[in-house]
Protein backbone atom coordinates (compact mmCIF):
# COMPACT_ATOMS: atom_id res chain seq x y z
CA UNK A 1 0.00 0.00 0.00
CA UNK A 2 1.71 3.47 -0.59
CA UNK A 3 2.52 5.85 1.73
CA UNK A 4 1.52 9.11 2.18
CA UNK A 5 4.65 11.32 2.63
CA UNK A 6 5.73 14.43 5.51
CA UNK A 7 9.35 15.88 5.43
CA UNK A 8 11.06 17.85 8.31
CA UNK A 9 13.80 20.32 7.09
CA UNK A 10 16.08 20.78 10.29
CA UNK A 11 15.22 23.74 11.83
CA UNK A 12 18.56 25.53 12.13
CA UNK A 13 18.76 25.33 8.27
CA UNK A 14 15.15 26.79 7.47
CA UNK A 15 16.17 29.90 9.94
CA UNK A 16 19.21 30.01 8.39
CA UNK A 17 16.79 30.45 4.91
CA UNK A 18 15.19 33.15 6.46
CA UNK A 19 17.66 35.49 5.37
CA UNK A 20 16.29 34.85 1.67
CA UNK A 21 12.94 34.86 2.55
CA UNK A 22 13.58 31.50 2.02
CA UNK A 23 13.91 31.35 -1.97
CA UNK A 24 11.42 28.87 -3.68
CA UNK A 25 11.64 26.30 -0.92
CA UNK A 26 7.43 26.54 -0.06
CA UNK A 27 6.69 26.56 -3.27
CA UNK A 28 8.86 23.67 -4.97
CA UNK A 29 7.10 21.43 -1.84
CA UNK A 30 3.52 22.78 -2.92
CA UNK A 31 4.18 21.86 -6.22
CA UNK A 32 5.90 18.32 -5.44
CA UNK A 33 2.69 17.57 -4.01
CA UNK A 34 3.96 16.55 -0.50
CA UNK A 35 1.93 15.32 2.07
CA UNK A 36 2.72 17.93 5.11
CA UNK A 37 5.92 19.62 6.43
CA UNK A 38 6.94 19.40 10.14
CA UNK A 39 8.01 23.11 11.31
CA UNK A 40 9.42 23.35 14.90
CA UNK A 41 10.23 19.57 15.73
CA UNK A 42 14.17 20.15 16.70
CA UNK A 43 12.83 22.44 19.45
CA UNK A 44 12.74 19.34 21.50
CA UNK A 45 16.41 20.06 22.09
CA UNK A 46 18.68 23.02 22.55
CA UNK A 47 20.66 22.73 19.48
CA UNK A 48 20.34 25.76 16.77
CA UNK A 49 18.40 28.25 15.68
CA UNK A 50 14.87 27.69 15.26
CA UNK A 51 12.28 30.18 14.38
CA UNK A 52 9.02 31.11 15.69
CA UNK A 53 6.86 27.44 13.87
CA UNK A 54 3.23 29.00 13.91
CA UNK A 55 4.46 32.01 12.45
CA UNK A 56 6.60 30.04 9.74
CA UNK A 57 3.84 27.88 9.10
CA UNK A 58 1.51 31.34 8.38
CA UNK A 59 4.14 32.20 5.79
CA UNK A 60 3.98 28.89 4.23
CA UNK A 61 0.53 28.66 4.06
CA UNK A 62 0.01 32.03 2.54
CA UNK A 63 2.88 30.71 -0.31
CA UNK A 64 1.07 27.34 -0.78
CA UNK A 65 -2.71 25.63 -1.93
CA UNK A 66 -1.97 22.54 -0.33
CA UNK A 67 0.89 21.70 1.26
CA UNK A 68 -0.02 20.49 4.85
CA UNK A 69 1.74 22.65 7.71
CA UNK A 70 2.26 20.71 11.31
CA UNK A 71 3.71 23.45 13.70
CA UNK A 72 5.39 22.55 16.89
CA UNK A 73 4.35 23.27 20.35
CA UNK A 74 4.92 22.55 23.90
CA UNK A 75 2.83 22.64 27.12
CA UNK A 76 5.73 22.99 29.41
CA UNK A 77 5.77 26.33 27.75
CA UNK A 78 2.22 27.31 26.21
CA UNK A 79 -0.78 26.69 27.71
CA UNK A 80 -3.40 24.82 25.59
CA UNK A 81 -5.33 27.52 25.10
CA UNK A 82 -2.80 29.37 23.35
CA UNK A 83 -1.63 26.10 21.79
CA UNK A 84 -5.47 25.18 20.24
CA UNK A 85 -6.15 29.27 19.27
CA UNK A 86 -2.99 29.36 17.45
CA UNK A 87 -2.76 26.18 15.58
CA UNK A 88 -6.95 27.01 15.09
CA UNK A 89 -5.73 30.13 13.19
CA UNK A 90 -3.45 28.58 11.06
CA UNK A 91 -5.60 26.01 10.05
CA UNK A 92 -8.22 29.01 9.04
CA UNK A 93 -5.03 30.52 7.90
CA UNK A 94 -4.64 27.20 5.47
CA UNK A 95 -7.81 26.68 4.64
CA UNK A 96 -7.87 23.20 6.56
CA UNK A 97 -4.15 22.39 6.27
CA UNK A 98 -2.94 22.50 10.12
CA UNK A 99 -1.57 20.06 12.38
CA UNK A 100 -0.08 20.43 15.93
CA UNK A 101 3.02 18.01 16.46
CA UNK A 102 2.58 17.65 20.67
CA UNK A 103 6.41 18.46 22.26
CA UNK A 104 7.22 17.11 26.31
CA UNK A 105 9.42 20.32 26.27
CA UNK A 106 10.41 23.25 24.14
CA UNK A 107 13.60 24.19 24.92
CA UNK A 108 14.01 27.42 23.21
CA UNK A 109 11.69 28.97 25.38
CA UNK A 110 12.89 27.82 28.82
CA UNK A 111 11.46 30.92 30.56
CA UNK A 112 14.58 30.49 33.20
CA UNK A 113 15.03 27.19 34.57
CA UNK A 114 15.85 25.36 30.83
CA UNK A 115 13.95 22.47 31.98
CA UNK A 116 11.02 23.69 33.70
CA UNK A 117 8.22 25.50 32.15
CA UNK A 118 4.74 28.06 33.48
CA UNK A 119 2.19 25.78 33.48
CA UNK A 120 3.43 21.99 33.78
CA UNK A 121 4.38 21.20 37.46
CA UNK A 122 7.69 22.32 39.26
CA UNK A 123 9.07 18.98 39.39
CA UNK A 124 10.23 18.59 35.37
CA UNK A 125 9.53 18.83 32.17
CA UNK A 126 6.25 17.34 30.45
CA UNK A 127 5.88 13.73 30.53
CA UNK A 128 3.59 11.53 28.47
CA UNK A 129 0.72 11.68 31.20
CA UNK A 130 0.88 15.55 31.03
CA UNK A 131 1.11 15.75 27.45
CA UNK A 132 -1.99 13.68 27.06
CA UNK A 133 -3.83 15.83 29.00
CA UNK A 134 -2.93 19.11 26.82
CA UNK A 135 -3.92 17.23 23.97
CA UNK A 136 -7.65 16.31 25.78
CA UNK A 137 -7.84 20.26 26.79
CA UNK A 138 -6.72 21.59 23.21
CA UNK A 139 -9.12 19.06 21.62
CA UNK A 140 -12.16 20.26 23.81
CA UNK A 141 -11.42 23.95 23.52
CA UNK A 142 -11.47 23.36 19.47
CA UNK A 143 -15.21 22.21 19.73
CA UNK A 144 -16.19 25.38 22.09
CA UNK A 145 -17.41 27.28 19.02
CA UNK A 146 -19.13 26.13 16.67
CA UNK A 147 -18.73 27.73 13.07
CA UNK A 148 -22.16 27.48 12.13
CA UNK A 149 -23.07 29.96 14.93
CA UNK A 150 -21.36 32.29 12.28
CA UNK A 151 -24.03 31.67 9.04
CA UNK A 152 -27.24 29.67 11.17
CA UNK A 153 -29.58 32.51 12.39
CA UNK A 154 -30.38 31.56 16.40
CA UNK A 155 -33.92 30.32 15.44
CA UNK A 156 -32.46 28.11 13.02
CA UNK A 157 -29.91 26.67 15.14
CA UNK A 158 -30.09 22.61 16.97
CA UNK A 159 -28.27 22.27 20.25
CA UNK A 160 -24.78 20.90 18.14
CA UNK A 161 -24.79 24.71 16.75
CA UNK A 162 -23.81 26.33 20.31
CA UNK A 163 -21.55 27.70 22.00
CA UNK A 164 -20.29 25.85 25.27
CA UNK A 165 -17.67 25.69 27.72
CA UNK A 166 -15.14 23.24 28.04
CA UNK A 167 -14.30 22.97 31.42
CA UNK A 168 -11.99 20.76 31.38
CA UNK A 169 -10.57 19.86 34.99
CA UNK A 170 -7.11 17.87 33.97
CA UNK A 171 -3.31 19.00 34.61
CA UNK A 172 -4.19 21.70 32.24
CA UNK A 173 -7.62 23.19 33.78
CA UNK A 174 -9.51 25.11 30.96
CA UNK A 175 -12.72 26.72 31.16
CA UNK A 176 -12.98 28.09 27.35
CA UNK A 177 -14.61 28.61 25.00
CA UNK A 178 -11.64 29.12 22.28
CA UNK A 179 -12.01 32.89 20.87
CA UNK A 180 -11.44 30.77 17.58
CA UNK A 181 -14.33 29.05 15.81
CA UNK A 182 -13.70 25.56 14.78
CA UNK A 183 -12.05 25.00 11.35
CA UNK A 184 -12.47 23.94 7.65
CA UNK A 185 -11.94 20.25 8.71
CA UNK A 186 -13.10 19.77 12.05
CA UNK A 187 -10.10 20.75 14.26
CA UNK A 188 -6.20 20.75 13.70
CA UNK A 189 -4.89 16.81 13.40
CA UNK A 190 -2.27 16.34 16.10
CA UNK A 191 1.20 14.46 15.84
CA UNK A 192 2.84 12.38 18.96
CA UNK A 193 6.36 11.89 18.64
CA UNK A 194 6.42 8.28 20.41
CA UNK A 195 9.09 7.85 22.83
CA UNK A 196 9.18 4.21 24.68
CA UNK A 197 6.67 3.85 27.50
CA UNK A 198 4.55 6.14 26.12
CA UNK A 199 1.92 3.59 25.74
CA UNK A 200 -1.82 4.14 25.35
CA UNK A 201 -0.89 7.94 26.09
CA UNK A 202 -0.60 8.46 22.34
CA UNK A 203 -4.29 7.35 21.97
CA UNK A 204 -5.32 11.11 22.16
CA UNK A 205 -3.29 11.61 19.04
CA UNK A 206 -3.93 11.57 15.39
CA UNK A 207 -0.83 10.59 14.26
CA UNK A 208 2.34 8.43 16.28
CA UNK A 209 5.84 9.33 14.86
CA UNK A 210 7.96 6.30 15.63
CA UNK A 211 11.52 5.37 14.80
CA UNK A 212 11.31 1.61 12.61
CA UNK A 213 12.47 0.22 16.35
CA UNK A 214 9.91 1.39 17.78
CA UNK A 215 6.55 1.01 15.56
CA UNK A 216 6.37 -2.65 16.79
CA UNK A 217 5.32 -1.21 20.27
CA UNK A 218 4.08 2.07 19.37
CA UNK A 219 1.34 0.02 16.53
CA UNK A 220 -0.69 -2.52 19.65
CA UNK A 221 -0.34 0.48 22.24
CA UNK A 222 -2.77 2.74 20.12
CA UNK A 223 -4.34 0.20 17.39
CA UNK A 224 -6.82 3.25 16.35
CA UNK A 225 -4.02 5.99 15.82
CA UNK A 226 -2.22 6.54 12.22
CA UNK A 227 0.78 5.75 12.47
CA UNK A 228 3.94 7.40 10.44
CA UNK A 229 7.75 6.38 10.46
CA UNK A 230 10.44 8.65 10.91
CA UNK A 231 13.45 8.30 8.52
CA UNK A 232 16.60 10.26 7.04
CA UNK A 233 16.17 10.90 3.45
CA UNK A 234 20.16 11.14 2.84
CA UNK A 235 20.29 7.43 3.80
CA UNK A 236 21.04 4.90 0.68
CA UNK A 237 18.24 2.91 2.33
CA UNK A 238 15.72 4.40 2.85
CA UNK A 239 13.94 2.84 -0.71
CA UNK A 240 14.60 -0.22 0.52
CA UNK A 241 13.36 0.76 4.07
CA UNK A 242 10.18 2.37 2.46
CA UNK A 243 9.20 -0.95 0.24
CA UNK A 244 9.46 -2.62 3.61
CA UNK A 245 7.22 -0.28 5.43
CA UNK A 246 4.81 -0.01 2.19
CA UNK A 247 4.45 -3.87 2.54
CA UNK A 248 3.76 -4.34 6.00
CA UNK A 249 0.09 -5.72 6.58
CA UNK A 250 -0.42 -3.57 9.57
CA UNK A 251 0.05 -0.21 11.41
CA UNK A 252 1.83 2.16 9.46
CA UNK A 253 0.53 4.67 6.82
CA UNK A 254 3.28 7.04 5.97
CA UNK A 255 7.01 8.01 6.64
CA UNK A 256 7.86 11.28 8.09
CA UNK A 257 11.91 11.82 6.13
CA UNK A 258 14.08 14.15 7.59
CA UNK A 259 15.94 15.54 4.81
CA UNK A 260 18.56 18.60 4.87
CA UNK A 261 18.41 21.19 2.25
CA UNK A 262 21.75 20.23 0.35
CA UNK A 263 20.03 17.10 0.15
CA UNK A 264 16.33 18.53 -0.71
CA UNK A 265 16.80 19.03 -4.45
CA UNK A 266 18.25 15.25 -5.13
CA UNK A 267 15.13 13.99 -2.64
CA UNK A 268 12.82 16.11 -4.90
CA UNK A 269 14.02 15.29 -8.60
CA UNK A 270 15.83 12.42 -8.43
CA UNK A 271 14.57 10.04 -4.76
CA UNK A 272 10.87 11.26 -4.66
CA UNK A 273 9.97 10.37 -8.39
CA UNK A 274 11.64 6.80 -7.81
CA UNK A 275 9.28 6.13 -4.72
CA UNK A 276 5.90 7.29 -6.61
CA UNK A 277 6.81 5.52 -9.85
CA UNK A 278 7.25 2.25 -7.81
CA UNK A 279 3.72 2.89 -6.24
CA UNK A 280 5.44 2.75 -2.58
CA UNK A 281 4.67 6.63 -2.30
CA UNK A 282 1.30 8.43 -2.34
CA UNK A 283 1.46 12.21 -3.05
CA UNK A 284 -0.72 14.87 -3.10
CA UNK A 285 -2.37 15.67 -6.49
CA UNK A 286 -0.61 19.21 -6.73
CA UNK A 287 -2.89 20.14 -9.71
CA UNK A 288 -6.13 19.43 -8.06
CA UNK A 289 -8.72 22.60 -7.92
CA UNK A 290 -9.97 22.32 -4.61
CA UNK A 291 -6.73 21.16 -2.57
CA UNK A 292 -7.88 18.57 0.17
CA UNK A 293 -7.21 19.02 3.78
CA UNK A 294 -4.98 17.26 5.64
CA UNK A 295 -7.33 15.17 6.99
CA UNK A 296 -8.51 14.06 3.85
CA UNK A 297 -5.15 13.55 2.12
CA UNK A 298 -4.30 11.61 5.10
CA UNK A 299 -7.30 10.10 5.45
CA UNK A 300 -7.56 10.74 9.03
CA UNK A 301 -11.66 11.18 10.19
CA UNK A 302 -12.20 13.74 13.15
CA UNK A 303 -12.45 11.32 16.24
CA UNK A 304 -16.25 11.41 17.43
CA UNK A 305 -15.01 12.15 21.66
CA UNK A 306 -15.05 14.61 23.27
CA UNK A 307 -18.65 15.40 22.51
CA UNK A 308 -19.60 18.90 23.55
CA UNK A 309 -23.78 18.25 23.92
CA UNK A 310 -23.42 17.64 27.54
CA UNK A 311 -21.27 20.80 27.89
CA UNK A 312 -22.77 23.96 29.50
CA UNK A 313 -24.23 26.71 26.83
CA UNK A 314 -22.44 29.91 27.32
CA UNK A 315 -25.77 32.16 26.18
CA UNK A 316 -28.48 30.82 27.57
CA UNK A 317 -32.35 32.54 26.80
CA UNK A 318 -33.99 35.02 29.86
Known amino acids: MPLVLGLQIPDGQLAGEARNGFGDLPERLDAAGIGYLVLGADRAAAT ?37 RRVAALDHISRGR ?9 QHLALGAPRHGTWAAAAGPVGAELL ?19 THPPAERTPEVEVRYAD ?65 GESTRVRSRIAELAGEAWGVTGVLIRVGLADLPDFLDTTLPALTEAGLIR ?9 PTLRDHLGISRRP ?8 PVYTSA
Open 48 to 84: GASLNPALLGTLFARRTSGLGLVVAAAPQRDHPFNIA
Open 98 to 106: AGWLALRTD
Open 132 to 150: ADAVTAARALWRTWPLETL
Open 168 to 232: HTGAFPTTGPLNVPTTPQGEPLVGWAYELGDGGHIGVTDIAFVTPRDRALAVPAAPAVTTHVRLL
Open 283 to 291: LRDAAAGAA
Open 305 to 312: EPDPLPWR
